[in-house]
């Protein structure tokens, strides 16, 4: 699992449950098509045994003897500039307006436990690398009264072997024979779908981009609306030839008139190739 936990509290208002962010890969189709995942998470719920209300089950839940159960307590302070009164969160009860009598064995008396849960979410098909998704009040428990902080779910998307992306468009590079460039003809390249074949014109340059309609990444939200495949067309040119394919290499390029070819260095029946043949005897 490529699943990792962030971890800890990153934003605590005092009515709501901290947020959670939680990071996660999904590969270059998975993030096509959409996928559901699991996600393990690790957060702070209500107590079970006092279904967060902090006191011993059997035992008494009274009212803050701090604030006489208004959750403030008032402090009048006199200054140069007067009499203020200064309002605060009851320092006994925490602003909850009461206490209990005997804490919950098993949370303390927070009223909270840590529980490991497995939650389910759908990553929506179409989705990029760097979104965030928000799980409305999956977070950590606030207490009692209060409501559950959210999920953050931050997607990494993995990279292709075969296909790059740009918008809602698939990308990729297909490699042409040379003969095919020049006499043109069908080649199958793969797609996300499975393969596809593309017709190559007579006479294709390197850098010409063929579309494949439809066969893109669906628009993120749309039912079903996909890009294009564009294949940018790469001609190779064979680093071996057998003697055969070299003799007519070399005959279609007398053919077009070019008289030094095959004639280089490089070539072992080239200039030096005839040259060495010579001191050598043969
Ligand atoms: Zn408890
Ligand atoms: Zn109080």
């Not at 990071?23 to 393990?40: H, T, Y």
């Not at 990494?156 to 095919?180: C, H, P, Q």
Request: charged fraction near 30%; hydrophobic fraction near 30%; proline fraction near 3%.
């Amino acid at each position: 699992m490529f699943d990792s936990f962030f971890g800890g509290s990153s934003r605590q208002t005092p009515n709501r449950g901290a947020d959670l962010e939680f990071q996660i890969n999904v590969s270059f189709r998975d993030a096509a098509f959409g996928v559901p995942k699991e996600l393990k998470i690790n957060r702070m719920e209500p107590c079970e045994r006092c279904n967060g209300n902090k006191a011993e089950p059997g035992t008494e839940v009274m009212e803050c003897p701090g604030c006489h159960g208004e959750g403030k307590v008032r402090r009048t302070q006199r200054t140069f500039f007067g009499q203020f009164e200064q309002v605060t969160t009851c320092p006994t009860c925490q602003g909850e307006k009461q206490t209990v009598q005997t804490a919950c064995k098993k949370c303390s008396g927070r009223g909270k436990e840590r529980k490991s849960r497995k939650i389910e979410v759908q990553i929506p098909a179409g989705i990029e690398h760097g979104t965030k998704l928000l799980i409305h009040g999956e977070g950590e428990s606030g207490g009692r009264g209060v409501e559950n902080g959210d999920l953050y779910v931050h997607i990494g998307v993995e990279k292709d072997k075969i296909f790059d992306r740009k918008g809602d468009d698939v990308l990729m590079i297909a490699e042409l024979n040379i003969t095919m460039a020049i006499l043109g003809g069908i080649i199958s390249v793969e797609t996300l779908d499975g393969s596809s074949d593309i017709e190559i014109k007579p006479g294709t340059q390197s850098g010409t981009i063929q579309r494949i309609k439809g066969a893109g990444i669906q628009h993120i939200g749309s039912s079903g609306r996909r890009g294009d495949q564009l294949v940018e067309l790469k001609i190779i040119t064979p680093r071996k030839l057998d003697e055969h394919q070299r003799q007519l290499m070399q005959e279609l390029a007398e053919s077009f008139g070019l008289k030094r070819v095959g004639k280089g260095s490089g070539n072992q029946h080239g200039f030096f190739g005839r040259f060495k043949d010579a001191f050598n005897g043969e």
